[in-house]
Antibody, heavy 115, light 108 residues
Framework: VQLVESGGGLVQPGGSLRLSCAAS????????MTWVRQAPGKGLEWVAS????????QYVDSVKGRFIVSRDNGKNSLFLQMSTLRAEDTAVYYC?????????WGQGTLVTVSS | EIVLTQSPGTLSLSPGERATLSCRAS???????LAWYQQKPGQAPRLLVY???SRYTGIPDRFSGSGSGTDFTLTISRLEPEDFAVYFC?????????FGQGTRLEIK
Protein backbone atom coordinates (compact mmCIF):
# COMPACT_ATOMS: atom_id res chain seq x y z
CA VAL A 1 0.00 0.00 0.00
CA GLN A 2 1.31 3.40 -0.93
CA LEU A 3 -0.21 6.79 -0.22
CA VAL A 4 1.45 9.78 -1.83
CA GLU A 5 0.47 13.31 -0.89
CA SER A 6 1.12 16.35 -3.05
CA GLY A 7 0.10 19.99 -3.29
CA GLY A 8 1.83 21.41 -0.24
CA GLY A 9 3.90 24.55 -0.33
CA LEU A 10 4.22 28.12 0.86
CA VAL A 11 1.05 30.20 0.84
CA GLN A 12 0.18 33.61 2.26
CA PRO A 13 -2.33 34.01 5.08
CA GLY A 14 -5.83 34.06 3.63
CA GLY A 15 -4.75 32.01 0.65
CA SER A 16 -5.88 28.62 -0.61
CA LEU A 17 -4.27 25.30 -1.37
CA ARG A 18 -5.51 21.92 -2.56
CA LEU A 19 -3.84 18.78 -1.28
CA SER A 20 -4.08 15.48 -3.11
CA CYS A 21 -3.40 11.93 -2.02
CA ALA A 22 -2.93 9.20 -4.60
CA ALA A 23 -3.23 5.62 -3.46
CA SER A 24 -1.57 2.68 -5.18
CA UNK A 25 -1.69 -1.05 -4.58
CA UNK A 26 -4.76 -0.27 -2.49
CA UNK A 27 -8.34 0.56 -3.43
CA UNK A 28 -9.58 3.36 -1.19
CA UNK A 29 -13.16 2.91 -2.34
CA UNK A 30 -14.16 0.65 0.53
CA UNK A 31 -12.65 2.69 3.32
CA UNK A 32 -12.98 5.84 5.31
CA MET A 33 -10.02 8.12 4.65
CA THR A 34 -8.61 10.85 6.87
CA TRP A 35 -6.23 13.80 6.91
CA VAL A 36 -4.03 14.19 9.99
CA ARG A 37 -1.62 17.08 10.45
CA GLN A 38 1.42 17.76 12.58
CA ALA A 39 2.74 21.25 13.21
CA PRO A 40 6.54 21.52 13.35
CA GLY A 41 7.80 19.95 16.57
CA LYS A 42 4.26 19.33 17.81
CA GLY A 43 1.84 16.44 18.20
CA LEU A 44 -0.73 14.93 15.87
CA GLU A 45 -4.07 16.56 15.07
CA TRP A 46 -6.98 14.90 13.30
CA VAL A 47 -8.23 17.28 10.59
CA ALA A 48 -10.98 15.63 8.53
CA SER A 49 -12.46 12.28 7.61
CA UNK A 50 -14.69 11.11 4.77
CA UNK A 51 -16.61 7.86 4.47
CA UNK A 52 -16.25 5.38 1.63
CA UNK A 53 -18.79 6.99 -0.70
CA UNK A 54 -18.22 10.59 0.34
CA UNK A 55 -21.63 11.05 1.95
CA UNK A 56 -20.26 11.67 5.47
CA UNK A 57 -17.62 14.24 6.25
CA GLN A 58 -16.27 15.22 9.64
CA TYR A 59 -13.95 18.07 10.56
CA VAL A 60 -12.06 19.37 13.55
CA ASP A 61 -13.71 22.58 14.75
CA SER A 62 -10.73 24.76 13.82
CA VAL A 63 -11.11 24.03 10.08
CA LYS A 64 -14.89 23.87 9.73
CA GLY A 65 -16.07 26.24 7.04
CA ARG A 66 -12.53 26.61 5.64
CA PHE A 67 -11.49 23.08 4.59
CA ILE A 68 -13.36 20.60 2.42
CA VAL A 69 -12.45 16.93 2.20
CA SER A 70 -13.44 15.02 -0.92
CA ARG A 71 -12.55 11.88 -2.80
CA ASP A 72 -12.60 10.36 -6.26
CA ASN A 73 -12.76 6.60 -5.88
CA GLY A 74 -12.45 6.10 -9.62
CA LYS A 75 -9.08 7.84 -9.51
CA ASN A 76 -8.23 6.25 -6.15
CA SER A 77 -7.57 9.69 -4.72
CA LEU A 78 -8.33 11.83 -1.68
CA PHE A 79 -8.33 15.61 -1.57
CA LEU A 80 -8.29 18.46 0.92
CA GLN A 81 -9.31 21.89 -0.30
CA MET A 82 -7.99 24.46 2.15
CA SER A 83 -9.03 28.09 2.07
CA THR A 84 -8.66 31.15 4.28
CA LEU A 85 -5.43 29.67 5.52
CA ARG A 86 -3.92 30.84 8.79
CA ALA A 87 -0.44 30.66 10.27
CA GLU A 88 -1.67 27.98 12.66
CA ASP A 89 -2.48 25.72 9.70
CA THR A 90 1.24 25.34 9.07
CA ALA A 91 1.97 21.63 9.37
CA VAL A 92 2.83 18.42 7.63
CA TYR A 93 -0.43 16.96 6.32
CA TYR A 94 -0.71 13.19 6.21
CA CYS A 95 -3.20 11.16 4.21
CA UNK A 96 -4.17 8.07 6.22
CA UNK A 97 -6.49 5.11 5.91
CA UNK A 98 -9.55 4.71 8.08
CA UNK A 99 -11.47 7.07 10.32
CA UNK A 100 -9.54 5.79 13.29
CA UNK A 101 -6.66 3.37 13.94
CA UNK A 102 -4.82 4.42 10.80
CA UNK A 103 -2.86 1.51 9.49
CA UNK A 104 -1.36 3.23 6.44
CA TRP A 105 0.17 6.68 6.26
CA GLY A 106 1.59 8.72 3.44
CA GLN A 107 4.93 10.48 3.81
CA GLY A 108 3.19 13.81 4.31
CA THR A 109 3.22 17.13 2.50
CA LEU A 110 4.34 20.36 4.18
CA VAL A 111 2.03 23.37 4.15
CA THR A 112 3.57 26.64 5.29
CA VAL A 113 1.33 29.64 5.79
CA SER A 114 3.43 32.77 6.01
CA SER A 115 3.78 36.22 4.48
CA GLU B 1 -14.20 17.39 22.79
CA ILE B 2 -12.57 14.48 24.55
CA VAL B 3 -9.12 15.41 25.84
CA LEU B 4 -6.46 12.73 26.11
CA THR B 5 -3.67 13.39 28.61
CA GLN B 6 -0.54 11.30 28.30
CA SER B 7 1.97 10.77 31.07
CA PRO B 8 4.77 11.06 31.66
CA GLY B 9 5.82 13.66 29.12
CA THR B 10 9.23 12.06 28.90
CA LEU B 11 10.27 8.62 30.08
CA SER B 12 13.96 7.77 30.43
CA LEU B 13 14.74 4.06 30.49
CA SER B 14 17.44 1.62 29.43
CA PRO B 15 17.20 -1.15 26.84
CA GLY B 16 15.83 -4.30 28.43
CA GLU B 17 13.65 -2.40 30.89
CA ARG B 18 9.86 -2.34 30.96
CA ALA B 19 8.05 0.82 29.82
CA THR B 20 4.60 1.84 30.98
CA LEU B 21 2.92 4.73 29.17
CA SER B 22 -0.38 6.20 30.35
CA CYS B 23 -3.26 7.83 28.48
CA ARG B 24 -6.14 9.32 30.44
CA ALA B 25 -9.37 10.44 28.78
CA SER B 26 -11.58 13.29 29.97
CA UNK B 27 -14.67 11.14 29.30
CA UNK B 28 -15.46 7.46 29.39
CA UNK B 29 -14.32 5.75 26.17
CA UNK B 30 -16.05 2.50 26.96
CA UNK B 31 -14.53 -0.79 25.93
CA UNK B 32 -12.88 0.11 22.66
CA UNK B 33 -11.95 3.06 20.46
CA LEU B 34 -8.43 3.74 21.69
CA ALA B 35 -5.30 3.32 19.60
CA TRP B 36 -1.56 3.80 20.10
CA TYR B 37 1.05 5.00 17.59
CA GLN B 38 4.82 5.20 17.53
CA GLN B 39 6.66 7.98 15.71
CA LYS B 40 10.37 8.21 15.04
CA PRO B 41 12.10 11.42 13.90
CA GLY B 42 11.44 12.26 10.28
CA GLN B 43 8.95 9.43 9.84
CA ALA B 44 5.18 9.12 9.71
CA PRO B 45 3.56 7.54 12.75
CA ARG B 46 3.05 3.79 12.85
CA LEU B 47 -0.03 2.09 14.28
CA LEU B 48 0.85 -0.26 17.15
CA VAL B 49 -2.40 -1.09 18.94
CA TYR B 50 -6.09 -0.52 18.15
CA UNK B 51 -9.29 -1.16 20.08
CA UNK B 52 -7.31 -0.81 23.31
CA UNK B 53 -5.49 -4.14 23.17
CA SER B 54 -5.35 -5.50 19.61
CA ARG B 55 -1.85 -5.48 18.15
CA TYR B 56 -1.67 -4.33 14.54
CA THR B 57 -0.17 -6.52 11.84
CA GLY B 58 3.54 -7.07 12.29
CA ILE B 59 3.82 -5.43 15.70
CA PRO B 60 6.02 -7.41 18.10
CA ASP B 61 4.33 -9.00 21.09
CA ARG B 62 6.44 -6.98 23.51
CA PHE B 63 3.92 -4.20 22.84
CA SER B 64 0.62 -4.55 24.66
CA GLY B 65 -2.32 -2.28 25.36
CA SER B 66 -4.81 -2.38 28.20
CA GLY B 67 -7.38 -0.33 30.08
CA SER B 68 -10.99 0.73 29.95
CA GLY B 69 -13.18 3.69 30.76
CA THR B 70 -10.82 6.63 31.11
CA ASP B 71 -7.46 5.01 31.88
CA PHE B 72 -5.36 3.23 29.31
CA THR B 73 -1.83 1.88 29.20
CA LEU B 74 0.70 0.91 26.57
CA THR B 75 3.31 -1.46 27.94
CA ILE B 76 6.56 -2.39 26.25
CA SER B 77 7.72 -5.44 28.12
CA ARG B 78 11.40 -5.33 27.28
CA LEU B 79 12.76 -2.27 25.50
CA GLU B 80 14.74 -2.72 22.31
CA PRO B 81 16.97 0.09 20.96
CA GLU B 82 14.48 0.74 18.13
CA ASP B 83 11.63 1.40 20.61
CA PHE B 84 12.95 4.80 21.67
CA ALA B 85 10.54 7.19 20.00
CA VAL B 86 7.44 9.29 20.66
CA TYR B 87 4.15 7.54 21.41
CA PHE B 88 0.65 8.93 20.88
CA CYS B 89 -2.76 7.66 21.91
CA UNK B 90 -5.93 8.38 19.89
CA UNK B 91 -9.66 8.09 20.61
CA UNK B 92 -12.65 7.93 18.29
CA UNK B 93 -15.64 7.66 20.59
CA UNK B 94 -16.83 11.10 19.64
CA UNK B 95 -17.21 12.46 16.11
CA UNK B 96 -14.25 14.70 16.93
CA UNK B 97 -11.28 12.36 16.98
CA UNK B 98 -8.43 13.44 19.22
CA PHE B 99 -4.84 12.48 19.96
CA GLY B 100 -2.89 12.76 23.17
CA GLN B 101 0.05 15.15 23.27
CA GLY B 102 2.59 12.34 23.23
CA THR B 103 5.14 10.65 25.48
CA ARG B 104 8.80 10.76 24.50
CA LEU B 105 10.62 7.56 25.38
CA GLU B 106 14.33 8.26 25.55
CA ILE B 107 17.42 6.23 26.30
CA LYS B 108 18.70 6.69 29.84
Amino acid sequence: VQLVESGGGLVQPGGSLRLSCAASRFAIGNYWMTWVRQAPGKGLEWVASINDIGSQKQYVDSVKGRFIVSRDNGKNSLFLQMSTLRAEDTAVYYCVTGRYSHGYWGQGTLVTVSS
Amino acid sequence: EIVLTQSPGTLSLSPGERATLSCRASQNLGGSSLAWYQQKPGQAPRLLVYNISSRYTGIPDRFSGSGSGTDFTLTISRLEPEDFAVYFCQQCVSSAITFGQGTRLEIK
